[in-house]
Each structure stands twice: as C-alpha cells, then as structure tokens.
C-alpha cells in the first residue's frame, strides 16, 4: 500500500517545464496544429467538439457548487448539446453566475491547460481533472452522457499513469488550443442561431439585462483568455 501511495505521489509532482525538457520547436508546432486542427477540420469538429461541450457544462457546476447550489445531473446529447442540472434558487446572483459561466469555462480551461502544460504542471493538473470528472461521472443522466464522461476520465488516466511528463505537457497544449478556439465556435453558434433556451436569453430572462450586453461579455472573456494562451505559447515559438 505503502509503494502505491508513493507512486501516485510521484506522479502529482510537477515536472520541468517544456523549454527546460529540450522539447523540438517542431514538437511544439505540431501539438499546436493538431489543437488547431481538431477545430477547423468539420469532420474531426463533429466528432470531438462533445469534449468542449463538456467543459462548458462542468463550468456551470463548478461555479453552481462554488455559490452553493447543488449540481444534481449531467446530461449530453449526440448533437454535442447538453445541459446541467443545479439546484437552488431560482432567480438571484448565484442563478446569474452559474448561468453565465458556461461560455467562458472551456476558453479559460484551455489557457490554463497551455499554461499548465508549457510550465511542466501537466501532471498534477491532470489528477485535478480526474477528479473532477470522476464527479462528473456520478451525475450523469443518460447512457450516452456515461460513454463520454467514462472515456475522457479513462484517456485522462492513461495519459496521467502512462505518460511522461513531455508528452502530458505536449498533450495538454494539444488540449488547450483546442478548447480555446473551441470556445470561439460555441459561442459562433450560438450567435448564429439565436434560442429563448440559449445562455444569453436565459441570462437576459434572469437580469432584463439585454442579451447583446451578455454575448458582450462573454466576447470579453474569451478574448482575454485568448490573450493569456497566446502568452503561454510564444515563448515556445522563439
């Protein structure tokens, strides 16, 4: 028991940085393309943009438990929509934030994944994922909500035991860029096709607060985290 503890210990301590691990210029630019890639391609977007909708539902829940409400379910959708279920009050700030910080969550996610990454903390963040999605996990709603949930907890896992710290910073910048131009598509469209049910028109419904000033805000959220990515990749670029 003992031996096992130690090696899980091991495996949450930070690792060097991806300038200090000698990593190839090249190895960095292909972890980004391949980030890059999985949004801008429509084929692979279909397939893996349920990883974004996660984040930008675990979002919701994070920041509901943080005010004090409880999250009680998890639900995806084979269109790669979803929806959380928190419980609480139903009109108020916490209502209002928790709603709000569905959009932001996967681009602010996505920085801290680059930053993470490149600063060698990959493995002590990805147990820090595992975790949260082990609770995810025991909130899902659906078989098809367990399937995705279950493979992202059992891909982070392999990759936290299995991988060296290079490739789980390497992975991560993959993951990061990803999620932030993710973010951007989202959001994209949702603009371009407005719904009463969307977070803006419920945010709006909440606060009487137009939803223009709302898809405002998250444009400014998702540009600064955008900005605080960007910062955590040039130094790798030159």
């Known amino acids: 028991m003992e031996a096992a503890w130690q090696e899980v210990v091991a495996r949450v301590r930070p690792g060097p940085a991806l300038l200090d691990a000698t990593t190839a210029e090249r190895t960095v630019w292909l972890a980004l393309a391949l980030g890059a890639a999985l949004v801008v391609v429509p ?31 998890l639900v995806l959708r084979p269109d790669m929509s979803g929806h959380t279920v ?39 963040v990805l147990a820090a994922l595992l975790v949260l999605l082990a609770v995810g996990a025991l909130r899902v709603r659906s078989f098809y909500t367990a399937l ?69 805000t998250f444009v400014l959220a998702l540009g600064a985290a955008s900005w605080v990515a960007a910062r955590a990749v040039l130094p790798l670029l030159g």
């Open 86 to 124: 928190t419980v609480g009050p139903a009109r108020g700030p916490g209502r209002v934030v928790t709603t709000w910080a569905g959009y932001p969550a996967p681009a602010l996610v996505g920085a801290g994944l680059l930053h993470a990454g490149t600063a060698g903390w990959a493995p002590p």
């Open 43 to 73: 084929g692979v977007w279909r397939l893996v943009r349920v990883a974004v909708t996660v984040v930008h539902e675990l979002g919701h829940a994070v920041v509901g438990m943080a005010v004090g409400r409880s999250f009680t379910g």
């Open 148 to 216: 995705v949930v279950l493979g992202c907890l059992a891909g982070a896992a392999v990759l936290w035991w299995v991988g060296s710290p290079t490739l789980q910073g390497l992975v991560l910048v993959a993951a990061g860029v990803m999620l932030v131009l993710g973010a951007w598509r989202h959001l994209g469209a949702v603009l371009g096709s407005p719904d009463r049910g969307s977070d803006p028109a419920v945010l709006a419904q909440l606060t009487r607060v137009p939803t223009a000033v709302w898809t405002t």
